[in-house]
């Protein structure tokens, strides 16, 4: 008898990783599933630090999706490796500092170590021909199978029909008949395909699930590089560009302004790591800054963060100044008006 | 009991430490991690009942989220 032939998926949380394992488990394949955390996931952190999420429902899709589907996930930190594929992609950057076809080929290439690791027979992959503009083109799927040393152990059950046979289709491990053959970014085929197979409810995040495909944080973290001189970052670096208003007034320092009470909390988690401003005399937002400032930037850096207290009509508000080795000092500044802060200090 | 400390990290990064941590002690060990993120409350009883562990309490104290599970034989 046959044996029972085991798969690893690659498990996002998203829809098409759902279906495409369910579609390997209705032919009798044993999955379980891989996900891999890089730093720049979007869901869980945001969600985490801002209170006005705080009635949203905390979940982490991928493991959501490996209960509804009833297989194992394993989740991956690949957070060190994962930081030369952000900075040097070889293959370069989508629209924003996105390297999706670099990802994905690492992605793949993981998968491909963990089934020789643990006696798995192939790769399986929620993607679909045209669905994204960099990494899921026709003519890119078969880079991420040859880059990534998966070769034909590689399967997308989702458009495996518009490509050629992979082993896993020649060997007979799985039906090619009851694959698929969806293409183009036509949502349509999932949705009624997870009607189907009676999935209600998915996650559908707006944009994909990765910071780095949004233009806002992606022009932060070019910031970032550029004012330290050299394209490198370490998890704080990239947790902070997804919190607060981001400020540099000057080549000196940048600021970090938070936007509501979760953001506050948040911040001050890093208050031994850099200096903060906190406004004394009326509520306000704490703030941190990166970077070395003379006593100048420091009155400037106080009139910015009054502008956003509750104290920005008053005449004169008083800002707690304290630098990261322990030294507090006070500031009596007039608030900045709002064109006083340009829009080019907007990060 | 063994007390893990995952304050100021954010999901799935807990999940991570307990799931490293569940694969180096034997069945019957209890876990005990502490964390700042309120989505462990969910992600971690949910990687338990994934992977066959048994839940043996969660609980919020002021800002802190506790999750205490049971290695059990892995399905």
């Given at each position: 008898?046959?044996r029972?032939?085991?798969a690893?998926?690659?498990?996002?949380g998203?829809?098409?990783s759902?279906l495409?394992?369910k579609?390997?488990l209705?032919q009798?394949i044993?999955v379980?599933?891989?996900?891999?955390?890089?730093?720049?996931c979007?869901?869980?952190?945001?969600h985490?630090?801002?209170k006005k999420?705080?009635?949203k429902?905390k979940?982490?899709n991928?493991l959501w999706s490996?209960?509804?589907?009833?297989i194992?996930?394993?989740i991956?930190d690949?957070?060190?490796?994962?930081?030369d594929?952000?900075?040097?992609?070889?293959?370069?950057?989508?629209?924003n500092?996105?390297?999706?076809?670099?990802c994905?080929?690492f992605?793949v290439?993981k998968?491909?170590?963990?089934?020789?690791?643990?006696d798995?027979?192939f790769i399986?992959t929620?993607e679909?021909?045209?669905?994204?503009?960099m990494?899921?083109r026709k003519?890119?799927?078969?880079?991420v199978?040859?880059?990534?040393g998966?070769?034909?152990?590689l399967?997308?059950?989702?458009?495996?029909k518009n490509l050629?046979e992979?082993?896993?289709?020649?060997?007979?491990?799985?039906?090619r008949?009851?694959?698929?053959d969806?293409?183009?970014r036509?949502?349509k085929?999932q949705?009624?395909l997870?009607?189907?197979?009676n999935?209600?409810?998915?996650?559908?995040p707006?944009?994909?699930?990765?910071f780095l495909?949004?233009?806002?944080y992606?022009?932060?973290?070019g910031d970032?590089?550029?004012?330290r001189?050299e394209?490198?970052?370490e998890?704080d670096d990239?947790?902070?560009l997804?919190?607060g208003?981001?400020?540099r007034?000057?080549?000196r320092f940048k600021m970090i302004v938070s936007?509501?009470e979760g953001e506050?909390?948040?911040?001050q988690?890093?208050?031994?790591q850099?200096?903060?401003?906190q406004?004394?005399?009326?509520g306000g937002?704490?703030?941190l800054?990166?970077g070395i400032?003379?006593?100048?930037?420091c009155?400037?850096a106080?009139k910015?963060?009054?502008r956003y207290?509750?104290g920005?009509h008053?005449?004169?508000?008083t800002v707690?100044?304290?630098r990261?080795?322990?030294e507090v000092?006070?500031?009596n500044?007039?608030?900045?008006?709002g064109?006083?802060?340009?829009e080019i200090?907007h990060? | 009991m063994?007390?893990?400390d995952?304050?100021k990290?954010?999901?799935?990064?807990p999940?991570i430490k307990?799931?490293?941590e569940?694969?180096?002690?034997p069945?019957?060990?209890?876990?005990?991690?502490c964390?700042?993120d309120p989505?462990?409350?969910?992600?971690?009883p949910?990687w338990?009942?994934?992977?066959g562990?048994?839940?043996i309490e969660s609980?919020t104290?002021e800002?802190e989220?506790?999750?205490t599970?049971e290695v059990c034989e892995?399905?």
């Open positions: 008898m046959e029972q032939r085991k690893v998926a690659l498990i996002s998203g829809l098409d759902l495409a394992a579609v390997m209705d009798g044993h379980e599933g891989i996900n891999f955390f890089t730093g720049f979007v869901e869980g952190h945001t985490a630090i801002r999420d705080k009635d429902q979940r982490n991928a490996a209960e509804q589907l009833g194992k996930l394993h991956v690949i957070i060190e490796e994962y930081k594929i952000v900075i040097n992609p070889k293959h370069g950057y989508g629209k500092l996105n390297p999706c076809l670099d994905k080929i992605m290439k998968a491909y170590e963990w089934i020789q690791e643990h798995f027979d399986i929620g679909v021909i045209g669905q994204r503009p990494s899921q003519e890119i799927l078969p880079v199978a040859n880059e990534s998966a070769e034909d152990l399967l997308r059950p989702l458009c495996a050629p992979t082993k896993v289709e020649r060997e007979g491990w799985v039906d008949e009851k694959l698929h969806f293409s183009g036509n949502r085929p949705m009624a997870a009607k189907a197979m999935f209600e409810d998915y996650a559908t707006a944009g994909g699930c990765c495909t949004d233009k806002s992606s022009k932060k973290l970032l590089w550029e004012h001189g394209k490198k970052y998890l990239i947790m902070l997804k919190v208003r981001h400020i007034p000057n080549e936007r509501e506050n909390h948040f911040l988690g890093y208050r031994k850099f200096d903060s401003l406004i004394l005399n009326f937002p704490m703030t800054v990166d400032t003379s006593d100048e930037d009155e400037v106080a910015i963060v009054a207290s509750q920005k008053e005449k004169s508000v707690e100044y304290r990261k080795d322990g000092f006070e500031i500044v007039a608030p900045f008006k064109d006083e802060i340009p200090w990060v | 063994i007390e893990l995952a304050r990290l954010f999901c799935p990064m999940v307990m799931q490293d569940v694969a180096k002690h069945v019957g060990t209890l876990i005990r991690i964390s700042s989505g462990a409350l969910n992600d971690i949910a338990a009942r994934i992977h562990h048994k839940l609980e104290v800002r989220y506790f999750v599970v892995d399905k």
